[in-house]
């Protein structure tokens, strides 16, 4: 078998660098490289990507190895119908490693055609390290050589305001353009550098705050032989990707000129605020996800599509988001049931296994961002408690009992909430044990007794669970609500 590379492939004519990309892994080569190569075919966007290691050990030299090019593999359902597909990635037309050819690094500032930075380098990635220099090759975080990397583009083009640049950092965190930019601007104080420089990173470079949504589970090893028998050529960079594609950029029309992912099919949204898509990706995805881990684990399921796939499960979660989470929601009906219904199609694909136990982490946490503000608005605006939000807190406190019929549960949290747990349950009351878990203001930032009816509720939730298990426990509660 052939080796995959630009020779072999009969792709040697390169593209423009257009885009500099901090970040090599799966993540950015299943989704913003996948989003830049179909703008490519559909739209002549005719844009290049370099690609520089963000940290000492990674990948580029297995990159580069294959010259920049790899397969993707979409494996999910989209409106119910099962997608397999696969694509040669071709649009990487370079790797660099700043840690062992720093020079090359600097080199990509000059590049004439250079209009995009992207990164995606871990939630940590976007950070201050006060031991950073600009004299260090390369510095240790990604925003300091960010820094320096602006910092020889002004100085090769002499600050034309015309070689700005457009930096669209992926990074899993609220407003991360923001923290890049604020972080970029303290180097430039902390260092020195002349205040033109400040002005021209401030006048003609702009920063988009971003929310990117799209599973990836990477390297398929365990079935990589089935991989490459749909092969004609060794690939050892194959990417495995879910269809479901959400990109939302924080950006004027002008971004939308640059950027005409709107003549693709891609879900790409360039709006001025995208705070209401977080919210309703954070309440609707990962609070069902969070809200369903303790109650299905206790049912007896051990996976998401399990959980779906279950007559009784998958219609309480389907309820929690349809009835009770969307509602309180303030994108149009309509743009909510949509997502919700792209959502449960993710949740049942076929070809991730995802375990219930692997997003069991850090609950109360979770629970406090994702569910609860969702059962409290539901509260205000209806003055009622949301049902299958409640039973869902009930079954919560619950497996923080750490066992369920003789059985130790999947508990992964800060050992301080665990041992806490161990002490209310120690009360051995549902009603004082209720009491207690709501008015610890740890967890909740609030004493939630003062939310009329909960701690009944709650209360009685826990005896049902305990009495009945969760099916007919559910049903007693509901009628009982």
Not at 340 to 361: G, M, T, Y
Not at 428 to 447: H, M, P, R
Request: hydrophobic content about 40%; overall charge negative.
């Amino acid at each position: 078998m052939k080796k995959l590379n630009r020779k072999n492939k009969n792709l040697e004519n390169k593209l423009p660098i257009k885009i500099v990309q901090f970040g090599e892994g799966n993540f950015l080569r299943a989704f913003v490289d996948d989003a830049f190569q179909k703008l490519n075919k559909e739209v002549n966007f005719n844009a290049g990507i370099a690609v520089v290691q963000p940290i000492e050990h990674g990948m580029i030299e297995m990159l580069n190895k294959q010259d920049g090019l790899y397969t993707l593999f979409l494996n999910g359902l989209k409106n119910g119908e099962e997608i397999q597909t696969k694509e040669l990635i071709t649009n990487i037309v370079k790797g660099v490693d700043p840690y062992k050819n720093f020079d090359e690094y600097l080199e990509l500032a000059k590049e004439e055609n250079l209009e995009f930075i992207i990164s995606n380098t871990t939630e940590a990635g976007i950070s201050y390290d006060a031991q950073d220099k600009p004299a260090m090759q390369p510095p240790n975080s990604f925003p300091a050589k960010l820094t320096v990397l602006l910092y020889e583009r002004f100085k090769f083009f002499k600050g034309d305001s015309k070689k700005g640049l457009t930096i669209i950092p992926c990074e899993l965190i609220n407003y991360n353009a923001d923290n890049l930019k604020e972080i970029i601007l303290k180097y430039i104080e902390i260092w020195n550098l002349e205040p033109d420089f400040k002005n021209w990173i401030i006048e003609h470079n702009t920063f988009h705050n971003t929310l990117v949504d799209r599973i990836v589970p990477g390297y398929p090893k365990a079935q990589i032989e089935k991989y490459n028998a749909q092969l004609d050529y060794q690939d050892d960079l194959i990417v495995t990707a879910e269809p479901f594609f959400l990109w939302v950029i924080e950006g004027s029309d002008a971004l939308k000129e640059k950027l005409p992912f709107e003549q693709t099919n891609l879900d790409v949204k360039i709006v001025e605020d995208i705070q209401p898509f977080r919210t309703r990706k954070v309440r609707i995805l990962n609070g069902a996800h969070t809200a369903m881990v303790p109650f299905s684990i206790l049912y007896g399921n051990t996976t998401v599509r399990e959980t779906i796939e279950n007559d009784f499960t998958g219609k309480f979660v389907e309820n929690a988001v349809y009835d009770e989470i969307i509602k309180t929601l303030d994108l149009s009906e309509s743009e909510l049931k949509h997502f919700a219904d792209e959502v449960f199609d993710r949740f049942r694909n076929p070809f991730v296994e995802h375990q219930l136990s692997s997003i069991a982490l850090n609950s109360i946490s979770k629970f406090k961002v994702r569910v609860l503000p969702s059962l409290l608005k539901y509260v205000e605006l209806n003055d009622k408690l949301p049902v299958h939000l409640v039973f869902a807190f009930a079954s919560l406190i619950r497996f923080y009992k750490e066992d369920w019929n003789g059985t130790a549960l999947p508990i992964q949290d800060d050992k301080e909430i665990v041992n806490t747990f161990k002490e209310i349950w120690d009360l051995k009351e549902y009603e004082q044990i209720a009491k207690v878990v709501l008015g610890n203001q740890e967890f909740w930032g609030q004493d939630l007794n003062l939310i009329n009816s909960l701690t009944k509720a709650i209360t009685l939730g826990l005896e049902e669970i305990d009495q009945n298990g969760i099916e007919q426990g559910f049903i007693n509660f509901k009628n009982k609500f």
